[in-house]
């Protein structure tokens, strides 16, 4: 079953077999990294929050839960219908295309757990930024939570399988054309499945041009989800505060 005709992250996010191969993360990490995150923003319960590329709504819903007042979006109808079911007056979902602004603007954006850089065109990379820009009320504050290139590229495992409610995910990892690619493979009732996840393998200094040429200033660098300081070799993520 080949999906290359279609956008990977179109077709791939919006099977179940995504959510089921990852359906066993830590959603604790992800709490603390909501918590570390809001309290050093200094984030207020009147201010406004764009979840952008929610996925199911996890941080959104984390994030509302914590009296805040969030909006999560996502290019996945499947995982949008999902989310739906969570919201409330101070929590809404939409289905929306990251690399152009929404229809409203926020006190804070956050773009988390590695959802940028899927992209073929490099323009929309830019375009995501100049999005986020333009969806940030004045003063408003940006964060991209992305993994870090190095970090990653040193420690990939060429090959594994992973198996998740009796399917055998087999698993490749490899580095080519600039982006870190992940091609998964599996069959289920006795049809054959390929899937590539491939992520461009953005620099701290490529970000830092997204951001001058969008005409925003980083502010803070992070490395991990403790807000630790990054560190070009060693830190698992790179997590950019802007403005």
């Known amino acids: 079953m080949s999906n290359e005709t279609v956008k990977w992250y179109a077709s791939w996010f919006d099977t179940p077999y995504y959510h089921q191969l990852y359906k066993n993360r830590d959603y604790t990490e992800a ?3 909501m918590d570390n995150l809001t309290q050093h923003l200094s984030i207020q319960e009147d201010e406004t929050i764009l979840d952008l590329a929610c996925g199911k709504g996890r941080h959104s819903i984390y994030l509302n839960s914590l009296g805040y007042d969030v909006t999560g979006v996502d290019l996945s109808k499947n995982s949008i219908t999902h989310a739906k079911g969570f919201e409330n007056d ?4 939409e289905v929306h295309d990251m690399t152009k602004p929404y229809s409203n603007d926020f006190h804070f954006v956050f773009n988390l757990f590695t959802s940028f850089g899927y ?5 929309d ?7 986020i820009k333009s969806n940030l009320k004045e003063n408003g504050i940006g964060v991209i939570d992305f993994l870090n290139a190095n970090f990653i590229i040193d420690g990939l495992i060429p090959e594994e399988t992973k198996v998740v409610d009796e399917l055998n995910f087999h698993i490749k990892r490899f580095v080519k054309d600039g982006f870190i690619h992940k091609q998964i493979d599996f069959s289920d009732q006795g049809q054959d499945f390929s899937f590539t996840e491939k992520v461009k393998a953005i620099t701290l200094e490529e970000f830092q041009s997204y951001f001058e040429a969008a005409g925003l200033t980083l502010l803070e660098i992070y490395g991990d989800y403790n807000l630790s ?9 790179l997590i950019l505060i802007f403005q």
């Open 119 to 123: 992209f073929e065109n490099e323009e």
């Open 229 to 237: 300081k990054y560190q070009k070799n060693t830190s698992p993520r």
């Open 31 to 33: 709490k603390r990294f």
């Open 90 to 93: 101070r929590l809404d979902f």
């Open 125 to 131: 990379n830019l375009n995501t930024i100049k999005g």
